[in-house]
């Protein structure tokens, strides 16, 4: 299964939350959501997170041209990645 478009899917997600105004999405609501996405990314092991930051960083650059936006909160989503590498 190709889980690019799984990935994509939930940084859209993230980033639309993160930019949603608040007469659109409570905001409080959102850093929930948000805190339950990141809890189950966290889940992620010692070893499969550089993975996951190698497929993030893989899937910016595919994106680059098209979707810059997305591309750039992958970018960002991966530099979350480094630490536990």
């Known amino acids: 299964m190709n889980f690019d478009p799984v990935i994509v899917a939930m940084i ?3 980033d ?9 999405v409570d905001p409080d609501f959102a850093v929930e959501v ?4 990141g809890a189950y990314l966290g889940e992620l092991s010692a070893e499969d997170a550089p993975e ?4 993030l960083l893989r899937i910016a650059a595919e994106r680059s041209s098209a979707d810059p936006v997305i591309a750039d909160y992958l970018r960002r989503v991966a530099d979350g990645y480094t630490a536990r590498e």
Do not use: K
């Open 34 to 37: 948000q805190q339950a996405m």
């Open 52 to 55: 996951f930051r190698e497929i």
């Open 12 to 14: 859209c997600a993230f």
């Open 16 to 24: 639309m939350l993160d930019h949603a105004p608040a007469d659109q």
